[in-house]
């Protein structure tokens, strides 16, 4: 798992004009707000120091960890994000500033991707779990020459 370019020919540390951080209407920051429970804190000066992240592979880790603790639920709806607006969805403009835009895209895409990963093994549990109760449950199988329509 690769986790340190941040888009396909971006800059690993990129200069952001201030205007990057306005979330533009429609986005929920659901994380940030705790799916709306908060009000969202938009960027005003003075600016916050931002977090700097001097281990960034178990930073991403850390926080990924941390958002599974705080939205269980609301973790499985997390998708790989594709251009940088997508950070509104889960996160408001002081947090995107604050532990930075580019670490936050890493630590969506680590949790797309453990999403993904768990969604195949759910479905190969429920697979594996189907097989083996039509294998100790083949007596209840009815052929069509039993069934009641055949009087």
Known sequence: MQYFSIMAGEDENPQLPLEFY???DGYL???STNF???ARKNLSF???AR???TDFRDAIFDKAAELQRQFPDGIWNVVPPTH???LFHYFDPYDVYLMGPEFLIQVLRYV???NEMANVRILKAIEDAAKEWIERHQFLQVSVDQCCYNR
């Open 51 to 53: 977090i700097v992240h």
């Open 22 to 24: 306005q979330a533009p």
């Open 46 to 48: 003075p600016l916050p």
């Open 112 to 114: 797309a991707e453990c």
């Open 29 to 31: 920051c659901t994380f």
């Open 36 to 38: 709306g429970a908060l």
């Open 84 to 86: 940088w607006n997508d």
